[in-house]
DNA sequence: CAGTGGTCTAGACCACGCA
DNA sequence: GCGTGGTCTAGACCACTGT
């Protein structure tokens, strides 16, 4: 019973395998998809949703005219979860709490305007809250809010409600863009987060836009040992 | 001269704008794809082309018979680029070097053992080395590779090419799996990196799979303010 | 069982980019 | 120019799953 349902993916796995296998090493041209179409005894499209499929992955090229080849360089890659800290915590079976720390309407500060690349600087909503799991400190958020584009946050009671929930639901995005590093914790971060001085912290910083207007930029301080985890 | 390249591009983007401006809300059922293709004036191909893409990026959620939904919940990712760091090195102008300081024939670990949930534990090949732009330490690596995969690498200069090098050129994956997280230098780790004890540091800690045979799994030690940026 | 999305086809035309 | 991949179509059949 070789019944066949995904003729592409099975196309698509047996290409790849020629390729892992050094049948087609790298640099090497395949095929061209009419060809490959023949071999195979399929219809081109069918070729090219394989095809399409590999060049997603950054295992082959496609060219117009130049044909398709095996990637020379395959950079990798990972695809990480930004956590929605609500969810994830309640996850690991704590109980999730929050609190607002901080809420100021603000000047853009300077670091800010450069990553929004806004020419003219208005006023923006600053928030600083905590995050806990089981009334332990959690993770430490400062965000900053684009209110030209969401004034509607600015009615909604952010006590309840954090913001970044608030965000998820009103207000979709269309691009994102994150940075990671590793900071050592200053006094005042030790002291919100309840750890020691100098201990070692991720920190996720993330900026969002719909449309090219940047909407909010975030940092998350996380709790020493948290772990960020490729799905 | 309105003319369109790819419809279904632009079927999509139109699509995405009615999620985005509430058009279609959170959950709401769309219309079937043969309602669609009306509507758009194409034809079903057309327009689930355009769905799987947005299905893709979790903007939609389709099921048969169901139908096609807007998601509730869309999760944040991001997805990161995992260097080759000779070109990261070089690609900052940077002089990139490179020095092993430890090669040896040992017993699996038990972390690794667990992460590579292999049966019968073998003997691996542990390398340590440190990767250097302008002979500034830039990155400490400790690897473990499974040599049963890969026995050729055992007969490689690992003096003048880097393990990651050499893997990536010839034996490559099927899959991989990320851990990041921050520690502070131990007193070893800060004599390595030429840094300070207690600075924080993001560690990137990597295993890859070929067909569920681990290949190798890496720990990176980047130098204080590495940053891991999307692309 | 029936409705919806998933796959496949054969063929057409288009667009890019190498020669 | 012309060869290759990219898009589109109209229609067929299949597979999953809600009712």
């Not at 195979?40 to 496609?62: F, S």
């Not at 030209?148 to 909604?156: N, S």
């Not at 001085?197 to 940092?219: F, G, K, Q, S």
């Amino acid at each position: 019973m070789t019944v066949e349902k995904k003729k592409w993916f099975d196309i698509k796995e047996e290409i790849h395998a020629k390729i892992l296998n050094k049948t087609y090493p790298p640099g090497e041209k395949l095929p061209k998809d009419s060809d490959m179409a023949i071999e195979y005894n399929c219809a081109r499209t069918t070729i090219q949703r394989a095809m399409r499929e590999l060049a997603q992955l950054g295992i082959v090229e496609r060219r117009r005219k130049g044909g398709t080849f095996v990637s020379q360089n395959r950079k990798a890659q990972a695809i990480i979860d930004i956590p929605i800290i609500h969810h994830e915590v309640e996850s690991m079976n704590g109980t999730y709490k929050y609190q607002m720390l901080y809420k100021n309407i603000e000047p853009v500060p300077e670091f800010i305007e450069e990553r929004w690349n806004m020419k003219s600087p208005k006023d923006v909503l600053h928030i600083q809250c905590i995050h806990m799991s089981d009334d332990t400190p959690y993770i430490y958020e400062d965000r900053w809010i684009n209110t030209t584009v969401t004034p509607q946050i600015l009615d909604v009671n952010l006590n309840t409600q954090s913001a970044n929930e608030w965000l998820v639901k009103n207000c979709p995005y269309n691009e994102a863009r994150v940075k990671i590093y590793a900071i050592n914790a200053d006094k005042e971060l030790a002291k919100k987060l309840k750890i020691n001085v100098n201990e070692a912290i991720i920190v996720i910083n993330r900026t969002t836009w719909i449309n090219n207007i940047p909407i909010t930029t975030v940092r998350l301080f996380t709790k020493p040992g948290y772990e960020i985890i490729s799905s």
